[in-house]
């Protein structure tokens, strides 16, 4: 079966820390991949997209970045994290052109 | 460029009550829209879906969404709500025929009563 896995679930960096946070899925191939930020109010917000291995897409000039070294692993990366980057974090695939998007089940990132 | 708008920010019923969540999409070609539903401490899980065919779509747990092409609404009812359906609701759009991203609303929190 497909599944999606994302860690850590929680986590509390302090500002100025680097970041690294891992999505892998399972059970399909060449999927596209997405990574979205969730904040109170405003949605889920698109981030960065893949749709192939090396292929990033971003969507909007920020603090982070994103790589995809595997057809099934996705990494959200940042050098040096602001404030601002507090939010939770989700990772999503699909397989187009005709499905939705399966999450998983994000990571609740707090920069103190 | 593609935009959705959820104009209830929070909507607050009691149980047995109908619900209606609006959502209209700006985008100029076919599209595909779904809703999308967070329980409390779960992950986002797909409630319904439409791409082409008959308007009315059907999803789980008793929702449905009527695709009003007219309108560029995608609104989404139940006729009587449970205390379980409390939620935020994400409505998303995505072009048919162009990258597939999927683009969402600022989501809907509904709070259910007793």
């Known amino acids: 079966s497909q599944t999606i896995h994302q860690w850590p679930a929680t986590l509390v960096q302090p500002v100025g820390s680097p970041l690294s946070l891992e999505c892998t899925v399972e059970?399909?191939?060449?999927?596209?991949l997405y990574w979205y930020r969730q904040a109170a109010g405003r949605g889920l917000q698109l981030l960065f997209y893949?749709?192939?291995?090396?292929?990033i897409s971003s969507e909007v000039p920020q603090n982070l970045s994103a790589s995809r070294p595997q057809d099934r692993q996705f990494i959200l990366s940042s050098k040096k994290l602001l404030l601002s980057d507090s939010g939770f974090y989700l990772c999503a695939w699909s397989v187009p052109p005709r499905d939705g998007y399966t999450f998983g089940s994000g990571t609740r990132l707090t920069v103190v | 460029a593609q935009s959705v708008s959820q104009h209830n920010h929070h909507v607050i019923l009691s149980e047995a009550a109908s619900l209606e969540l609006g959502c209209n999409y700006s985008?100029?070609?076919?599209?595909?829209l779904f809703w999308y539903v967070q329980y409390p401490g779960q992950h986002l899980q797909l409630l319904l879906k439409y791409f082409s065919g008959d308007p009315l779509v059907k999803g789980i747990k008793g929702f449905e969404a009527e695709f009003i092409k007219s309108k560029f609404s995608f609104n989404l009812r139940k006729p009587s709500v449970q205390w379980s359906d409390t939620a935020e609701y994400f409505c998303?759009?995505?072009?048919?025929?162009?990258?597939?991203?999927?683009?969402f609303g600022t989501g809907t929190r509904l709070q259910v009563f007793p």
């Open positions: 893949s749709v192939g291995i090396g292929q």
């Open positions: 985008y100029g070609g076919t599209v595909n």
């Open positions: 998303a759009v995505r072009g048919a025929y162009n990258t597939d991203k999927l683009i």
């Open positions: 059970g399909t191939s060449n999927p596209n």
